[in-house]
C-alpha cells in the first residue's frame, strides 16, 4: 500500500472496502458507494481525502463540544502520555487524574452528587447502570427489584445492557435482545403521539405510562427508570416541561430509582452543565460519555448521588465490577482540561443566553419552509420535522426516505446534519458563534429548496 500521504481517495475507499466493517453501516451498499475519508478538524469545520471543507453540524457524534483542534486538550493528553500513559486504578491503585477527574465532575454536578465511577463509553457507563442498581436493591434487601423501565426509541447504548435498554426495534431484532429484566413504555414525542392534545397535557399522560407499567409489573419488581433528558438519536426529540418533573414524582411515590442518561446532554449541550437541570429534576444516577472529553479520547461512567453511593460504600462490600480503563489517566487528564476550556469560555452560559436562542431563532424561521412540519430546539441541539403536507402534519411515507434524500444533498454541500427517519437534527459544537450558525442555517435551507 502507498503510504498514507500519497494515498488517492479510491485507494483509501479501496482499502476500507476491503479489510474495514463499519458501525451501523450496510457493508456491502457502503463498499458500492465508497465512503468518505476524513481528514482534518479545526473548530467547527473538517476536511475530506478531496480537500473539501464541511460544517460539522453533528459535533462527530454529538461529542465534539469544544470544536476540533483545541491546543490545552492536545497538550494534556501529550503531557500525561509522557508522565505515565496508563495505570489502573484496580487494586488499591489510582493516578492523580482519576482523582482529580473525580474531585471536578463532583463540582460541577448536582450537589447530591459527590462519586463517579469511570468507564470509556456510554455503553458501557449503561451496563454499569444496571450493574450498580439492582445490586442496590441487593443491599437493601429487597433482591427481586429487577426490572428497568426505559422507552422506545431510546438510544443506551451498542453493549448487550446498553442496546437491551435502549427502545431501538431494529437493533432487538438482532442478536438475542433485548435481555431480561427491561421493559419498555412509550416515549414523550409529541408529534407522533400527541397531535391535538395540549402539549403539557400530553407531557403529564406520557408520564402517566410510567405510572402504569409500574402497577402493571408490580412496584416491588422494579428497580429503575432510565431516560436521556432529550432523547437524541431517536431524532432530538425534546419533551414538554411537564414531563420529567411527574417522572420524578412517579418514581419517588413508588421508591423507584431515576437514571438520567446524559450521554448527549452532558457537558452544556442544553445550557446548564447536565440536560436532568434543564429538565428542573434531579436523577439518583447518571451517564456520562462524549462531551467529558469533547471526544477527544474514549471515556464515559456513572455519576452515583448520594442514596445509592451510600449503600455501595457502607453496606456494599466489594463492588465486583470495573473495566481495565476505568479512569486511565491520559482520558482523565484529557477530560480536566476539556473541562476548564468549557468554564473558562463561559461555554455553557453562552448555550443558554446566546447561541441556544439564536439557533432557536434560526429554526423558527425554517419552519415556514413548505417541507417543514415543524422544529424542536433545547440549548445546541435542534430537529426538523420533514412532512408530505404542512397542514395536516402528515408524514412521508417511509419508503420515500426523504430524511435520506436530504442528508445527502447535506453532504454534497458541505454540511454534516443526520437523518432519523424524516427528522432532520443537528447538535454543533458549542464553541459555534452565531455567524457559523447562520452559515448552518442557510445550508439547511438550500438543502431543504433541493429536497422538496
Ligand atoms: N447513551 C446515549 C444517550 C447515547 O447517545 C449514546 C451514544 O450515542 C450512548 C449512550 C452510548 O455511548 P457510546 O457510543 O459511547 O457507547
Not at 488517492?8 to 472496502?17: I, N, S
Request: with cysteine; proline share 5%; glycine share 12%.
Amino acid at each position: 500500500a502507498a503510504p498514507a500521504a500519497q494515498r488517492t481517495t479510491a485507494e483509501w475507499q479501496a482499502a476500507d472496502a476491503a479489510h474495514h466493517l463499519h458501525p451501523f453501516t450496510d457493508f456491502k451498499a457502503l463498499a458500492g458507494r465508497g465512503t468518505r475519508v476524513i481528514t482534518r478538524g479545526d473548530g467547527i469545520y473538517l476536511w475530506d481525502s478531496e480537500g473539501q471543507r464541511i460544517l460539522d453540524a453533528m459535533s462527530g457524534l454529538w461529542c465534539v463540544n469544544v470544536g476540533y483542534g483545541q491546543r490545552a486538550l492536545i497538550d494534556a493528553a501529550t503531557r500525561q502520555l509522557e508522565t505515565l500513559p496508563f495505570y489502573n486504578s484496580f487494586f488499591q491503585t489510582t493516578t492523580p487524574p482519576a482523582i482529580q477527574l473525580a474531585e471536578r465532575l463532583a463540582e460541577v454536578a448536582p450537589p447530591s452528587f459527590q462519586h463517579v465511577f469511570f468507564s470509556s463509553s456510554g455503553s458501557e457507563g449503561n451496563d454499569t447502570i444496571v450493574r450498580m442498581v439492582r445490586r442496590y436493591w441487593d443491599i437493601q434487601g429487597q433482591p427481586n427489584r429487577q426490572v428497568i423501565i426505559s422507552r422506545l426509541n431510546a438510544y443506551h447504548g451498542s453493549t448487550m445492557a446498553g442496546a437491551s435498554l435502549g427502545g431501538m426495534s431494529g437493533m432487538h431484532a438482532q442478536g438475542g435482545l433485548p435481555i431480561p429484566g427491561i421493559s419498555h413504555i412509550e416515549q414523550p414525542f409529541w408529534f407522533q403521539l400527541g397531535q391535538g392534545m395540549d402539549r403539557e397535557d400530553f407531557g403529564r399522560r406520557a408520564a402517566a405510562w410510567l405510572e402504569a407499567r409500574i402497577v402493571q409489573l408490580g412496584a416491588d419488581k422494579v428497580a429503575a427508570f432510565i431516560g436521556e433528558p432529550v432523547q437524541g438519536a431517536g431524532g432530538v426529540i425534546v419533551p414538554p416541561a411537564s414531563y420529567w418533573p411527574e417522572i420524578r414524582r412517579i418514581c419517588d411515590k413508588y421508591g423507584i430509582l431515576l437514571v438520567s442518561d446524559e450521554v448527549i446532554c452532558g457537558f452544556g449541550r442544553t445550557g446548564r452543565w447536565f440536560g436532568c437541570e434543564t429538565m428542573g429534576v434531579t436523577p439518583d444516577l447518571m451517564t456520562f460519555a462524549k462531551g467529558v472529553t469533547s471526544g477527544y479520547v474514549p471515556l464515559g461512567g456513572v455519576m452515583v448521588g448520594e442514596r445509592v453511593a451510600r449503600a455501595l460504600i457502607d453496606e456494599g462490600g466489594e463492588f465486583q465490577h470495573g473495566y481495565t480503563y476505568s479512569g486511565h489517566p491520559v482520558a482523565c487528564a484529557v477530560a480536566l482540561a476539556n473541562l476548564e476550556l468549557i468554564r473558562g469560555e463561559g461555554l455553557v452560559e453562552r448555550v443558554r443566553e446566546d447561541t441556544g436562542p439564536y439557533l432557536a431563532r434560526l429554526f423558527d424561521e425554517l419552519s415556514a419552509h413548505p417541507l417543514v412540519g415543524e422544529v424542536q430546539t433545547c440549548g445546541l441541539m435542534g430537529a426538523i420535522q420533514l412532512v408530505r403536507d404542512k397542514a395536516s402534519s402528515t408524514v412521508f411515507d417511509p419508503e420515500q426516505s426523504v430524511g435520506m434524500l436530504c442528508r445527502a444533498h447535506c453532504f454534497e454541500n458541505g454540511l454534516i446534519m443526520r437523518a432519523v427517519g424524516d427528522r432532520m437534527i443537528v447538535a454543533p459544537p458549542l464553541v459555534i458563534t452565531r455567524a457559523q450558525l447562520d452559515e448552518m442555517a442557510g445550508l439547511i435551507r438550500l438543502c431543504l429548496d433541493k429536497t422538496l
